[in-house]
């Protein structure tokens, strides 16, 4: 079973930066994708940055341009920086993974971190 660590959260002054970051933990051979999504009070859940195992990238609108993703796939590690923050971008962030393949399995699974918070003060 595949274990997620965040790290990274906190709180800022808006025009600050934060860097996140998500290990999985586990008998992986491999993720397919990794990833953020958020989730503000009141509010649905909501793409944040995923990226492939060959580094494909999608951004969603309110933080393109303003966050980077990468991962290390030796390490099975998401990063996510966070430039330019914006009380906006106060939020629970979730680190997901997609297509995690094991080791002792035939096939893959899906997971959630636990969330970790992020604060952007006005």
């Known amino acids: 079973q595949v274990q997620l660590v965040e790290s990274g959260g906190g709180l800022v002054q808006a025009g600050g930066s934060l860097g996140l970051s998500c290990a999985a933990s586990?008998?992986?051979?491999?993720?397919?994708?990794m990833g953020w999504y958020r989730q503000a009070p009141g509010k649905q859940r909501e793409l944040v940055a995923t990226?492939?195992?060959?580094?494909?990238?999608n951004y969603g609108d309110s933080v393109k341009g303003r966050f980077t993703i990468s991962r290390d796939n030796a390490k099975n590690t998401v990063y996510l920086q966070m430039n330019s923050l914006k009380p906006e971008d106060t939020a629970v962030y979730y680190c997901?993974?997609?297509?995690?393949?094991?080791?002792?399995?035939?096939?893959?699974?899906?997971?959630w971190g636990q969330g970790t918070q992020v604060t952007v003060s006005s």
């Open positions: 997901n993974v997609r297509g995690v393949r094991y080791v002792s399995r035939a096939y893959g699974t899906d997971a």
């Open positions: 586990g008998s992986i051979f491999s993720i397919d994708a």
């Open positions: 990226i492939t195992s060959g580094g494909g990238i």
